[in-house]
């Protein structure tokens, strides 16, 4: 058994082999009121030698038992990662840390209120927003519209896809006994989202910054030279 897997604490891609997995399970079929279930345990150890960090997630699926064997269906009724508690990346100090802490948290609380989740990266966009691009008005879809000749239509189109998610949690809707959930997977899209803005807006900048510098200080030190 292997797949791929991006190690949290590191960042780093990487490919889990058997040696660097442990999977165990625990499952309930004592007679209750909500049937049988099955807990899968998942521990993975980072194979980057650096770090040996281990993580650990439990997933809680409906245990199928037939003709005396038991199996679990896919469903995963409910998931947790204890170890770490998110599945937050590590973002440079040049990145506001308003706006990191927006997306940790976001990240903290991704499993246990998708719609909070959603709401931060919400929030954590419109920082964004603000700071890298110096847009700021009284509402975040004027804020949006105020970038739109500044990004690509695509990049545009799900940065207001984002405002829209986040809506549902940041405002009530008018019909009270409406209610419009956000499910973990669509939540965990919007903090996708989030990152490759930080990439694409702030390490980009910082990385171009840094190689452009770079030239300018050679090409100094090169005038320097003649001038001697």
């Not at 999977?23 to 009121?33: A, E, T």
């Not at 409406?178 to 390490?203: C, F, G, H, S, T």
Request: some cysteine.
């Amino acid at each position: 058994m292997s797949f791929k897997w991006t190690c949290p604490y590191c960042n780093r891609d990487t490919t889990i082999i058997s040696s660097n997995l442990i999977n165990d399970k625990s499952d309930l079929y004592i007679d209750n009121k909500y049937g049988n279930r099955r807990l899968n345990i998942d521990w993975i150890v980072c194979p980057n030698v650096e770090y040996e960090k281990t993580t650990l997630s439990v997933t809680l699926n409906t245990l199928v038992i037939k003709n005396g064997n038991f199996s679990s269906n896919e469903d995963n009724l409910k998931h947790w990662r204890l170890l770490p508690k998110s599945n937050a990346k590590v973002f440079p100090d040049y990145i506001p840390i308003v706006i990191r802490q927006d997306y940790e948290e976001a990240c903290s609380i991704l499993d246990d209120s998708p719609k909070a989740s959603a709401t931060l990266s919400r929030r954590c966009l419109q920082g964004m927003i603000r700071d890298f691009w110096g847009v700021s008005k009284n509402r975040l879809i004027d804020e949006i519209n105020g970038i739109k000749e500044k990004v690509d239509p695509l990049t545009w189109n799900s940065i207001d896809a984002i405002r829209k998610v986040g809506n549902i949690g940041a405002h009530m809707e008018k019909d009270i006994n409406l209610i419009v959930d956000v499910d973990p997977k669509e939540a965990k899209l919007l903090i996708q989202l989030i990152e490759l803005l930080m990439k694409e807006w702030y390490i980009h900048r910082h990385e171009r910054e840094l190689q452009l510098n770079s030239i300018i200080e050679l090409s100094e030190t090169k005038d320097n030279a003649k001038k001697r």
